[in-house]
């Protein structure tokens, strides 16, 4: 038996053969067993396997046995897998564990059930969801989801809205802004996202033949800049609601009757706008990949999603906030209108600057980096670029679906003039 009260990296990618042994071994400490919330594995037929498949940060073990139970292993290491010169506490994993435990009581059943967290290895059991398609692989193929916009906004209205001031007992929400401040996941994001995109940091990963462009519209615009600026300093100081924190299309487990959010390792308290913009940008990506092989049904398909995810979302908020609201002065004549006026205002902000980070920042995104030919790519790019600073500089300009949907297509046109 191994000794699992200290620390060690159980999920060695270059060696799945050790892996397979300790995960098995540990999978049986921590989850076998006859009781509710217990495994009963078949230990002769178990098998522990590396996935294709990873995130930028951690790493992941599917277990299963022949009785057809089945369970991932999610480990924190003290490098993230994205490069070895970058580190996170490992402590990120329990928060990402809690955080998932508070998101399936808010929104039940959209996200992987969490088995147990272990503090010591850093580690979780989590529900295997391998009988789902990961959302951004599916939408490579151009495959559509029909429930797609119905399901991301009510997950994102009940984790938004009941982790609020608008519904929680203040000192509890405090609590929880307390419980799951990050300094090293929020550091990633202010710096990847909210800053190095527009002063042109060295690990910005670049497409060689649109540097000119990403220079004149992103390095250089100072009105952009400020824009950007206030963004970043909102997205630091404004607590507003307990969000997923990288809502990206590839954190999204779809069937056709179900949608699963999971890999919440960036969870925070910060604007709501965040992850709605997060929704929005990588719908884009989705639709500029479409464009790309002039697939006409699927890109209308992702405008179409995109209306609908901003309008469900309103009419669900208003609904619920009627609903829940305990705070008196969140039900003074004006308020409720104001504070979705702000959501909105911060999900175009965000939108474009996950737009622009995805584009030429360090953490590309493979919807736009798999397009092979040169012009169908910059078109991408600059349609990113452009849609992007539309929404940063006219955050107020944005009220309903079809407002976001308008400035994709203007930047559709005009990208299309610079090629
Ligand atoms: C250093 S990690 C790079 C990116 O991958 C994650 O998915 C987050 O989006 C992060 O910004
Ligand atoms: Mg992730």
Redesign the pocket.
Known sequence: MRDFTKYFLMIQEDDPETTEKIIIEYTILKTKGTEPGKIDWDVDSMKAKIPLEH???NHVCQVTDGKGNRLYIKQAGDT?R??ED?TATLDRNRQESEILKLEEAMAPGMVPHIYFYDTVMCACGMEDCSDYEVMRNGMLAHKMYPKFAEDISSFLVKTLLLSSDIVMDHREKKELVRKFITPDLDD??EK??LMEPYLGAERNNIFAPNREFIQKELYEDEALHLAVAKLKFKFMTDAQALLHG?L?T??VFVKDTETKIF?CE?GTYAPMGYDIGNVVANLIFAYVNGLSTEDNGFCDWTLKTIEETIDLFVAKFEKMYDEKVTEPMAQVKGFKQWYIENILNDTAGYAGTELH?RTV???NVVDVTSIKDEKKRLLAERINILAGKDFILHQASFRKGIDFVNAVNRAAEEARKTI
Request: hydrophobic fraction near 50%.
């Open positions: 995130g930028n940060l993230l994205i490069s970058m990633i994001t990847l996202v990288d990206h590839g954190s890999d960036f980070r920042g360090m953490a």
